[in-house]
């Protein structure tokens, strides 16, 4: 017997409307203790557990232009070398009985070391997790295995054509020698020493130089401040110097780079000229650059060089903020060679459409949302919470800016938005970096500019 649905089945649902999304992060507490160490408390007894992340004030940016990479070195010695009272190996064994994790990173503008214990043993590893914070020992062993891991990633970067061309593209954008642009090098990997790691160590890993994170269920905040200064009061304050970074100095003119390597796909980045935080026309900009090329099926980006044309699978538009200068705004594509000049002439298109006309009311208004939708899940936990202030802190926005956040974002106009994009927005200006078999290319290159083709090292 045949089914066929009804004409109820085909009647729209008549739904109650969503309530309006609304979400204050909760502001925890912040404590300065006498050493200068900077204290973001937020209780959460849901898990017998206990989160803290150290901010240090430092960041790759400050590297020796002779050693490029001491500081993550360094950074990831603190986790991986022992302290003065824990052996390597000690650590790693009672960290694993005690299903607890302490580890660290280093990016471009900050560093962070972060541990992880279950309240019953919040003791034992607030000790060693503070022992290699502040004490770290550097052990050769460890040290040699760190080292050598570094100098492969060095001789196998070039193996992700589509990870290279960010890289090299931003590095002829700020220049070679400029912090933002510098990269490791074996040589300089291969110059670096313990005592160098002592020394960085020694300049920026101060108490006064450090935000801290903590949550979980602790008790009350003064229990745990007194284990926070039973474990980092006595640790000594000092002077820390910031090495000056010049101001990076683009080519003026659009300027077209070549790798020419046969590879199956064509990658390509369009960068221009970003945001120095903090700057107040960071979230209009950021709306019209979600409508440009946010990640997902609805952008400009995908609808026209994706779902139309069928010319790329991943396309998008991002923006990296920078404190000591201005950031970058890239466009990033993978396509076929055969079709590469099709895709680069839409992108380059949106990206002028971006400047020179406003976003319509509909975009706007799917941005707003999507945005303050969006806002909650960067909060997944009570961490992400303090660690965000203390972040927000050290790139020097205002201490209210979590809970202005929605209302700064409601209050984007197409004019703001629209003034914001027109000022950054500069695609005749913009530095293309082209990764792929020009012997396929359907067009010249030097159609979009001068080009200067570079070797791959």
């Given amino acids: 017997m045949a089914l066929s649905l009804t004409s109820a089945w085909t009647l729209p649902l008549n739904l109650p409307k969503a309530p309006k999304l609304e979400f204050n992060p909760p502001r925890g507490e912040r404590v300065v203790l006498e050493n200068g160490l900077i204290v973001y408390l937020l209780k959460d007894p849901t898990l017998p557990a206990i989160r803290i992340n150290a901010i240090v004030r430092t960041g790759s940016v400050y590297d020796p232009a002779d050693k490029v990479g001491l500081g993550s070195l360094t950074a990831g010695m603190l986790d991986a070398g022992g302290s003065a009272a824990y052996k390597a190996d000690e650590i790693d064994k009672t960290l694993e009985y005690l299903g607890a994790s302490i580890s660290s990173s280093m990016d471009a503008e900050y560093a962070s070391m972060s541990m992880f214990a279950l309240k019953k043993d919040l003791d034992k590893v607030l000790d060693i997790y503070a022992d290699s914070l502040m004490n770290p020992a550097f052990e050769a062993d460890k040290f040699e295995i760190l080292k050598k891991s570094s100098l492969e ?4 970067r070039n193996d992700d054509p589509g990870r290279a061309v960010m890289r090299e593209a931003l590095r002829n954008y700020y220049g070679k020698d400029h912090p933002y642009g510098r990269r490791t090098e074996a040589p300089g990997i291969e110059a670096i020493t313990a005592q160098d790691m002592k020394a960085y160590h020694a300049a920026y890993y101060r108490p006064n130089n450090i935000l801290l994170s903590v949550s979980g269920d602790y008790g009350s905040d003064e229990e745990i401040l007194a284990k926070l200064k039973a474990k980092f009061g006595a640790w000594q304050k000092g002077e820390v110097k910031f090495p000056a970074i010049p101001a ?3 080519a003026a003119g659009r300027q077209v780079y070549l790798v020419d390597k046969e590879i199956a796909q064509a ?4 960068v221009q000229k970003g945001i120095q935080r903090p700057d107040p026309i960071e979230i209009p900009f950021s709306l ?17 060089v994706r779902s139309r044309k069928g010319l790329a699978y991943t396309v998008y538009s991002y923006y990296s903020r920078r404190n000591a200068h201005p950031g970058h705004i890239y466009a990033y594509c993978g396509t076929k060679p055969e079709t590469y000049s099709q895709a ?16 319509t009311a509909e975009e706007l208004a799917e941005a707003r949302q999507a945005k303050v939708n969006s806002f909650v899940f960067d909060f997944k936990t009570p961490l992400d919470i303090v660690f965000q202030r203390a972040l927000l802190e050290h790139f020097g926005f205002k201490p209210d800016y979590l809970e202005t956040y929605v209302g700064n974002v409601t209050a984007v106009t197409p004019d703001s938005a629209f003034e914001a994009a027109s000022r950054l927005y500069d695609p005749d200006n913009a530095m293309i970096f082209v990764i792929g078999n020009s012997k396929k290319f359907d067009k010249p290159l030097s159609e979009f500019g001068p080009v200067t083709e570079l070797k791959e090292d």
Avoid: Y
């Fill in 153 to 156: 990633m060095i001789r196998r």
């Fill in 248 to 250: 990076p100095a683009p």
């Fill in 267 to 270: 990658f390509i980045v369009i």
């Fill in 288 to 304: 019209t650059n979600d409508v440009l090329g946010a990640p997902g099926l609805s952008s400009r980006l995908v609808d026209t």
């Fill in 344 to 359: 680069l002439e839409e992108i380059l298109k949106q990206l002028k459409l971006a400047k020179t006309e406003k976003l």
